[in-house]
Structures are given as C-alpha cells and as structure tokens.
C-alpha cells in the first residue's frame, strides 16, 4: 500500500494551497494606491479608507494579508510600507515594479475580485463557493454533496486535531451545528467512546452527513438533525454546541445572534467551542489566517476573526469563560466558552 492514514497536520497543503491570495494580494494593492499611501504616511485602515476611497472591511482584510507578506506593519493601531515595499513598489521609486506587475491583473481572477471587493464593500459577483446555497435555507441532494466532499478533505487534520482535545471527555452529548460532512463530530465520537453527538445541518446537508456517519461505523452514537440554525429552535439535550468554520462565513452581527441560539438551547453549565483559524489579536497576520480571511471575503459574508472578536460576540450572549487553544489539528484553534 504506497498511501498513509491521515493525521492531525495538513499545513503543507494549505500553505501550497493559500498562495494562490500572495500575488493577487500585491497586485489589487498596487492598483489601489496602497503602497504609494504607506509608503508617504503611517495610516489607520479607516484613514486609509478614506484616503483611496475604499470599503474599510475588505481594506482591513487586505492589509492583514500585505502585513504578513513582509510588505507592511502595523504599529500603535496605523499601519506604514516597509522598505521592500517602498523601494520596489512605490510607484515614484526608481524600482518600481508596476511596469511588470501590471501585466497579472488580468491573469489572475483573484485580483479582479479583491479590487471589486475593495471598490464596493461587497462580495463580488463572480467568485465560486457554496455560500449562496445555504445563504439561502436550502440545497439541493446534489448541492450538498458537493459542499460536504468540499468541506470533507478540507476539515480531516483538523477534525483530528480537535477530536484529541481531553475536554470532550467531559461532554456528554455535543451538537455539531453547521457540521458539513459531520467530520468533526464523527471524529470527535471516535475518539471519546461514551459521547453522543448530534450532527445539525440543513436537510440535504444533514442527510449527507448521515451517510458519512453510516460508513464511519458510529452511527449508533452520531445522529442527524435537520434545522434551519437560524429560524427553527434547537434540539434541546445536547451540554455542548460546537461550530468549525461556521462563524467564519457570517457578519459580526449573525454570530452574535448564533451565539445568543446556542446559549437560549444549552443547559446551565454547558459549553460552546468554535474551531477556527484566528487572525492575530491586532489583525495583522499571520498569513495563514490572512489568506483563509481574504478567501471568506470573496466567497463568503464573513472573514477570519481574532480571539478578542470571537470573546465580544461569546460575552455579548452571555457565555463566561473565554479563551483559546491550538489543536495541533493543522493551523486550528479551539475557541471554548461556558454558559453559567
Ligand atoms: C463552511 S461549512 C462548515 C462545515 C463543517 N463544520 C466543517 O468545518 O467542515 C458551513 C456549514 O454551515 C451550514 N449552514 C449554513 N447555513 C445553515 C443554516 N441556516 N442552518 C444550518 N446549517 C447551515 C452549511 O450547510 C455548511 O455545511
């Protein structure tokens, strides 16, 4: 047999994987005059809005992205070009190098969409992800199973990172909300023989998360739950709530309304984790998460949040507790908090 058993770490995938963001990160802010602006003045991501007349939150998630390039820092909340970035792409500097860079805008499909981005605020018309078919409540069989195969070789480190995770030994019964292809929850019962987990998804996508549970051979301990997490109320029975990649596709406002769910349908006492790539504390890297966030932004409506963000939307519903571990399950963290 020439393949190998999975194991907790991908990184090297997704390091070849996320690069796709570096050039068109460079170019898009080459167009938009950023390195000129950074390279004349030390500007906070509003000032620098404001300035190239640019939507804040696509800014920000750009310059997190140039910043763990090596093209730009932040200090004292403004961020300012560093010296390859003002000698090599400035366009007054003798070594500019627009003159070649130029010629990849149209190469590269990235570039036209972070430039849209940037311009509108908004997510670009053209991008390809699945977003819009559970954006809208339902997908179809077809749908679902694309999405969970998607979802499925993406999340196999990390669900086996997490699942190694000695406080879901002290859960009796997790629900996997928003579960995919049910990896993690499938994982997690793997690894802790006396859990019950409930894998919660829209309906086509809980009825293909069932499939994967049937061939995991754990069926007997891993359920499905067919709901709409946003309109219908949740199971009840479940001490703990677990979302992987979930948070990341939705507004600072929606997370917060998930997170107020999940503390209205868990028990007192109970847990909430969110298994996540976080962003530095100042949002300025590292690129891992900066290159997953710019992907959000063209795909999603969300983007990759720090754990300060993740502890104000947790505490705005309640839940005390806060704080973060890395897995070991490829670049993840383990965001947990308890509801008193
Ligand atoms: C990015 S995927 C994450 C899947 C899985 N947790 C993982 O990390 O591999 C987001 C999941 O949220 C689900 N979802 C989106 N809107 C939902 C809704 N209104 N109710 C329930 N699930 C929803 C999607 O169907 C999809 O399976």
Known sequence: MSHLPPTSDDRLIWDIWESMFRLPAMTAADEAGIFRALGDAALTTDELARDLSLDPHPLSILL???ASSGLIEKREGKWRALPPARTWLHPDAEGYWGGFLHG????????G???????TGKRPERFNSGAPEWERGAMSAEAAQRIAAFMHAHSMATARGAAAQAVFGEVRHLMDVGCGSGVYGI?????????????????????EAGSYAARSGLAERVGTAAVNMFEADWPSGPDAHFFSNVFHDWSDETNRLLARKSFAALPSG???FLNEILMD???????HAAAFSLLMLVGTLGKQYSLPEFRAILESAGFTQVEAVRTGGGYYSLVSAVKP
């Open 113 to 119: 969409q972070l430039m849209e981005a940037l311009r």
């Open 104 to 111: 990849f805008r149209e190469r590269t499909p990235q570039h």
């Open 187 to 207: 994982e997690i019962a793997r690894a802790h023989p006396r859990l019950q987990v409930t894998l919660l998804d829209l309906e086509a996508m809980a009825a």
């Open 270 to 272: 109970g847990r909430i």
């Open 64 to 66: 997190g992205a140039l």
């Open 281 to 287: 504390d100042d949002g300025a890297g590292p690129w």
